[in-house]
């Protein structure tokens, strides 16, 4: 369990808290590049980090990310025209590029030197892996830029894509990193054919703490098959990578593929989580017919999302849609939808869960191990140490991946050539 103190410096993210000011210190992403589609397209709101923020392309392609409301009288800035590279408030017509430079100030006398003296609050932004990236912290601790394996792999073999989340990023991001309770929560069934990971439900766990964050594996004896050996990692601040070479049903899957999610503070009680897969090799592009199936098993396809938002349809207000009969036949929870289990335990926990109530067990040594490397953050930028997974380079090379390995086989020297990012 964490204290009450600790839980609180854990998950309140705003400006000047201590864990707002470790998310500061790494690049964030603040939206997918399709959210601006085009030049001059229209901005977008953003919220990200408890700050509310606007985003617009302007006319050269690259990306504003400044602040809502005009440093004039506090208009809203969404309502301003994109035009000529740069945002126009449309109360008074100051203008702003994407620096946040003030390039037109129509309202003053043409002689005047006041908008010279006025900017309005911009973050820096690059895109890649059809991501927006930003970065909000102190400009002389910027650090380089994310290069993670699945930004490389092309847009033929990558799936990206965005949920909203009513839970604070901790609840998100621990049932990520539990991997026991893939037995429990989503525990499916094809036919005859049971989800691989129900087979053993006590998963063993060894944690490994690296310059990024920690390499974890979770060991399960599946009988006759010898052990389903998973090897995870834990890319600080918010980063779960994980192996899906393997089918969930037992075999080579589909279209192997590594995946993982980043869980992006809105605010303290509000999440974004960018979902993210990339093909495993060149020989398996992954086609839309089939990303959209990805997404639709793990209850976010098209179908499932409101019209023209992040947010599932199932959520708290309907109960995730729960079948009561399903649950008694078929799953453990009665809820479709691999991610909309998770999100009906994290939500259902409230926006931020009391820590100091829980009692864990031997399961749960990747949870501990997360909450420590957090905790041990906020003390680094107190006294100005450097944080893990800052340097590219720590992680780059990285790759999760899931086999079986014999009775007395050895993981790693199975696993060795398959823990290197190939892209």
Not at 64 to 93: K, Q
Not at 305 to 318: D, E, M, Q, W, Y
Not at 322 to 346: H, P, S, Y
């Amino acid at each position: 369990m964490l204290k009450p103190e600790e839980n609180e410096r854990l998950v309140r993210i705003g400006p000047g808290t201590p864990a707002g000011e470790v998310f500061r210190r790494y690049w964030q992403p603040a939206a997918l590049s399709l959210e601006l589609p085009e030049p001059d397209c229209p901005p977008i709101r953003v919220r990200l980090l408890g700050e509310d923020l606007i985003a617009f392309r302007a006319t050269d392609g690259s990306v504003g990310l400044v602040d809502a409301f005009c440093p004039h009288r506090r208009a809203p800035m969404f309502f301003g025209r994109n035009e000529e590279c740069g945002l126009r408030c449309v109360y008074h017509g100051w203008k702003f590029d994407a620096a946040g430079t003030c390039v037109d100030m129509p309202s003053e006398p043409p002689d005047s030197l006041f908008k010279t003296k006025v900017t309005i609050k911009a973050y820096p932004t690059f895109e890649a892996g059809d991501v927006i990236w930003t970065y909000m912290g102190p400009p002389a601790e910027m650090p380089e830029r994310p290069d993670y394996e699945w930004m490389r792999a092309p847009r033929t073999h990558r799936i990206l894509s965005k949920t909203y989340e009513a839970a604070n990023y901790l609840q998100g991001l621990e049932g990520g990193l539990d991997t026991a309770h893939s037995s429990f929560a989503h525990n499916e069934r094809l036919g005859d054919r049971n989800w691989i990971r129900n087979r053993d439900g006590a998963p063993r766990l060894d944690v490994e703490r690296t310059d990024y964050g920690y390499t974890y594996v979770s060991t399960r004896n599946v009988g006759e098959d010898g052990q389903y050996i998973r090897v995870y990692h834990y890319v600080m601040p918010a980063q779960q990578m994980r192996g899906s070479v393997t089918s969930l049903m037992g075999g080579r899957a589909e279209v192997p593929k590594l995946d993982g999610h980043i869980w992006v503070p809105i605010d303290d009680e509000q999440t974004y989580v960018y979902n993210w897969a990339c093909s495993y090799s060149s020989d398996d592009p992954i086609t839309p017919e089939y990303a959209e199936h990805w997404e639709s098993m793990n209850g976010r396809g098209q179908d499932d999302l409101i019209s023209g938002t992040f947010r599932l349809k199932k959520s708290l207000a309907n109960d995730y849609m729960i079948d009561r009969e399903r649950q008694k036949t078929q799953t453990f929870t009665g809820i479709v939808g691999i991610n909309t289990q998770d999100f009906a335990l994290q939500e259902g926990m409230g926006p931020i869960t009391d820590r100091s109530l829980e009692h864990l067990g031997t399961t749960d040594k990747a949870i501990i191990v997360t909450r420590q490397l957090l905790l041990e953050a906020t003390d680094r930028v107190g006294t100005g140490e450097r944080l893990r997974a800052l340097e590219p380079a720590t992680y780059r090379n990285i790759r999760p991946y899931d086999d079986y390995v014999p009775e007395g086989g050895d993981w790693r020297t199975q696993f060795a050539p398959e823990l290197v990012a190939k892209w």
